[in-house]
């Protein structure tokens, strides 16, 4: 099951640190990046294009939220406020985490933000094992097939290929070409000669 | 624990035993009696300062002091980088390559698995010779030079060709995934490998192949958040200093 990827924005130490304890007990969050540098954010999300983004909006100048407005399709953006900000969630962010609340609310509240549906059908996923038809890709990629041969030899398009390769690599947690090899050889999907 | 000048070198490793490996890099043995951090490297000529910062930043991945880290300079950074290419090639990977023998000797049923798992860490072997190659012809002499013309009043303008056929950013973008196959090798041995007889050895190289990618990812660490800045701050001020 793929974890949700959380970073984290605030100058202080303190609060980074803090919030990120928090989070992580829930299971289905990993904490990727903890940022205290203004530029780290557009590479934050550029690079590891995170599920969401938790940051102060009052802490950064606003063209550099505009900035990480539009960088960010997929990552959604939590506001970290205290006090009277509270009252309304600002615009181009999804919640609002109040610094003051204590650690049931937090959790609560985070609970039923990726609870939500949309997301929920995208990253969730208990099915390990993979499909015969992954394992007809899988086995002329451990042949060392491209993925425009395989796209052929299958009838199937490019893009469709390189979708079950990257579900292949997610069930697996194996990513090098090599290492699917030894996977598809391990369990009879190809014989060792083949590869010979 | 933070470590400082005045802690006992005994305490340090007590403390953590996983510094070991860091001090044979700096070249210090053990023995040093009750001796504190600060004396033991005055001994072995080790600075101090940039000892206690690497020590610190391998135990504490939050304590990273890219500020601090970055005032030293970049030979002394690019030296301990080299000690720990040296470490891989000729103390981690022969381990490794030492018990995936053992494991093939001893073990009679499921030889063909191993073997492929053998070849498959050649493979890994090769790539990361060819990363740490490269760094050590390319990237750290450029580091070098560049840090060279950075503190020159009056730097030669050659420098300028230098970078305009090199950058950091180059080495910043194809400083590959080198721990990829590393992650795919622990991958297959916990989930999928069927357990040989001597599941002993099977551990142990788990265990080995584990210390080896923790090593090699605050490696490089050091590089992208402490060489890589640093270099690309320093371009920038003999761009402008060259206008």
Excluded: W
């Excluded at chain 1, 406020?81 to 509240?109: R, T, W, Y």
């Excluded at chain 2, 450029?142 to 420098?159: F, M, Q, R």
């Excluded at chain 2, 950091?168 to 041995?189: A, G, P, Q, R, S």
């Amino acid at each position: 099951m793929k974890k949700l990827a959380f970073a984290i924005f605030d100058k202080s130490y303190i609060i980074r640190k803090g919030l990120a304890s928090i989070i992580e007990k829930i299971a289905d969050i990993q904490i990727i990046h903890l940022l205290d540098q203004e530029d780290d954010i557009l590479n934050c999300i550029k690079n590891d294009n995170p599920d969401f983004l938790i940051l102060n909006p009052d802490a950064i100048a606003q063209d550099l939220l505009n900035k990480i407005v539009s960088f960010s399709k997929k990552t959604k953006r939590i506001a970290l406020l205290s006090g009277n900000k509270l009252e309304s969630i600002p615009q181009h962010f999804v919640a609002v985490i109040d610094i003051n609340s204590p650690q049931a609310e937090i959790l609560k509240n985070l609970n039923k933000l990726i609870g939500e549906k949309e997301i929920k059908k995208t990253s969730y996923n208990y099915q390990e094992e993979i499909s015969p038809r992954e394992a007809d890709i899988l086995k002329y990629v451990a042949l060392g097939y491209s993925n425009k041969e395989i796209a052929d030899k299958l009838f199937l398009s490019a893009h469709t290929v390189v979708t079950h390769r990257k579900n292949i690599t997610r069930k697996l947690g194996i990513k090098t070409v090599p290492g699917l090899t030894i996977y598809a050889i391990l369990n009879k999907i190809i014989d060792i000669d083949d590869t010979e | 624990m933070i470590l400082t000048k005045e802690i006992k070198m005994a305490d340090v490793i007590l403390k953590n035993y996983n510094t070991l490996f860091i001090l044979k890099r700096f070249g210090i043995e053990l023995g040093f009696g009750d001796k504190t951090v600060e004396d033991v490297c005055k001994k072995y000529k080790v600075d101090v300062d940039f000892f206690l910062e690497i020590l610190n930043a391998y135990i504490d991945h939050d304590y990273f002091p890219r500020k601090h880290l970055q005032t030293f300079s970049v030979k002394l950074i690019t030296d301990y980088l080299q000690k720990t290419h040296q470490y891989y090639h000729q103390v981690k990977v022969p381990e490794i390559e030492l018990l995936m023998q053992d494991m093939i000797q001893t073990c009679y049923t499921k030889k063909d698995n191993l073997e492929l798992l053998k070849k498959f860490f050649g493979q890994y072997k090769q790539e990361l010779l060819n990363h740490t190659n490269r760094e050590e012809e390319v990237v750290f002499p450029y580091t070098l030079a560049i840090e060279k013309a950075y503190l020159e009043n009056n730097p030669d303008k050659s420098v300028l060709k230098l970078m305009k056929e090199y950058s950091i950013d180059i080495f910043k973008d194809e400083h590959d995934n080198i721990e990829e196959k590393l992650t795919d090798l622990k991958n297959i041995i916990i989930k999928y490998l069927p357990q040989p007889k001597n599941s002993e050895l099977c551990y142990r190289l788990l265990h080995e192949l584990f210390i080896l990618e923790k090593d090699i990812n605050d490696h490089s660490r050091i590089e992208d958040k402490v060489l890589v800045p640093k270099i690309r701050e320093m371009e920038k001020q003999i761009s402008l200093k060259l206008k």
